[in-house]
């Protein structure tokens, strides 16, 4: 198990439009704000996008399952950010569904919202994490420094009388 502490910093409400690309809307603004750390609540609808839903064989590496989606599906979703060779490397699952059909993955590619969007990011502060290409899954994995947080300064203690 590897970890690391820190602290929450900014928190963002934002509302992503119907016809956007909701992942490359996402990633341009953790970008625009630097935010490296955190994590992102979202719900609403997709008109078009792709899951991959787990591996076709439970082996190692992972060959990918997709599940494309069409015509409004709605979805509710949790992603991590950490730094990346590349900036801010997001790691986004959601669950989507329509009608009485549901998908649970990692979303990638094209992610044109339906009506709207709905995400809270939350900032990380002092995490000292960074995603990197792990050679036996052949995915891109959080790796984690254990961080030495400042004692707070606590309020001085009351005299007994």
Known sequence: MQYSQ??????????????????????????????SAGTVQFLGALREGQ???????????????????YGGWEILGFATIYPG??????????TAGRGIK???????????????VEA???????????????EATGLLLPVFEQTLEPEQERPPEETAQ
């Open 6 to 35: 820190g602290r929450i910093g900014r928190v963002f409400t934002i509302r992503f439009e119907h016809g956007e690309d909701f992942l490359t809307e996402l990633d341009r603004f953790v970008r625009t704000e630097n935010v």
């Open 51 to 69: 899951v991959i839903t787990g591996p076709k064989e439970p082996v190692i590496p992972p060959v990918p399952q997709h599940q494309d989606l």
């Open 85 to 94: 060779l590349e900036g801010p490397a997001i790691h986004l699952h959601t």
């Open 102 to 116: 549901a998908v649970t993955g990692c979303l990638r590619k094209k992610a044109e919202v339906y009506l709207v």
């Open 120 to 134: 809270v990011v939350t900032e990380f502060i002092n995490i000292r994490a960074s995603r990197v290409h792990d």
